[in-house]
């Protein structure tokens, strides 16, 4: 008989299956028109009942099936009040066909660590900038990002009333990433993507010492990264703090599968270990190709500004 798929695998196929549920629950509160808005720390850092249910879906779902693994979700909440209509137990058949890398075939729940946030992008989600919005599960072992998945529930929006809505992407490393057509930017053009909503004279001094031919500022890291593995950007820059470990896990997962590299300003490697600060102090610096190009160009005077 076939061995049963291993346990990352296993955690993957579910995280889909979860992030689709995520999905269906963004758009039933946005239809709804009650986004039941908090603020956090201030006008740009918000919490919306979406984020709030999401969470908890994506977060009980998981811990369910999954008992021992560390589970990091960006909204401070407790778990009590998890209704049955948002647990998800399904999980996606074709990625647990997938074979397992070598090296990951030995893992055990307890040293896996799970990053979730349910909904990046928030802003965006509140000013309608459908498009901007993902839902992100990262996973984490030995304190690298190594899997994630990106929901993106409104993809295709502006499509027409026929379009299928939605679509979720998938990566692990040594597998590939899934779900959307790797493209790389076109050749000698320095396409820039960072911050729409967090924007300061650090992250602009940044991004004109990289002399670009254009910038795009657009909301969510999920989102951010998305560009770049689809050919619409050829770096995402982002000098300043304020990005977290929820932000950067899925996506780096999903960059590093097709090659790409996300670092912090200075080029020090994130670490996902689940006793590490939730901030990325130092920024952030991601691209498809040509990694080193941006990075030689990141100003010192930037770099001293930002400590990891």
Not at 184 to 208: F, Q
Not at 232 to 249: I, L, N, Q, R
Not at 272 to 286: D, F, I, P, T, W
């Amino acid at each position: 008989s076939m061995a049963s798929p291993a346990l990352l695998m296993r955690v993957v196929a579910s995280a889909y299956s979860v992030a689709e549920k995520a999905a269906k629950i963004v758009r039933n509160v946005m239809s709804a028109g009650d986004l039941g808005i908090v603020e956090k720390t201030g006008a740009n850092d918000l919490q919306t009942k979406a984020d709030r249910l999401v969470q908890m879906s994506i977060c009980a779902s998981l811990a369910r099936k999954f008992p021992k693994v560390t589970i990091i979700g960006e909204e401070e909440l407790s778990t009590d009040e998890v209704t049955e209509d948002l647990i998800e137990n399904g999980h996606c058949e074709e990625i647990l066909k997938k074979t397992c890398p070598a090296q990951y075939t030995g893992i055990k729940e307890e040293e896996l660590v799970i990053w979730v946030d349910p909904l990046d992008g928030t802003k965006e989600y509140t000013e309608g900038l459908l498009d901007h919005v993902t839902v992100l599960i990262g996973i984490a072992y030995g304190g690298k990002a190594i899997a994630g998945v990106i929901n993106q529930p409104y993809y295709n929006y502006e499509a027409g009333a026929d379009a299928v809505l939605g679509r979720t992407i998938w990566g692990v490393l040594g597998i590939g990433a899934f779900g959307f057509q790797l493209t790389e930017a076109p050749a000698g053009k320095h396409i820039i993507v960072t911050t729409r909503s967090h924007s300061s004279t650090l992250v602009n001094d940044c991004i004109s010492a990289l002399n670009p031919d254009s910038v795009i500022r657009v909301g969510g890291a999920g989102n951010k990264i998305i560009q770049l593995i689809e050919g619409k950007a050829s770096a995402y820059v982002f000098a300043s703090p304020g990005c977290k470990k929820w932000d950067t896990c899925a996506p780096e997962a999903i960059l590093h599968a097709v090659g790409g590299k996300i670092t912090d300003i200075h080029g020090n490697p994130f670490q996902y270990n689940k006793e590490v600060k939730h901030m990325n102090s130092a920024g952030v610096l991601a691209t498809l190709r040509n990694y080193d190009y941006y990075a030689s160009r990141i100003p010192n005077t930037v770099k001293q500004s930002l400590v990891p």
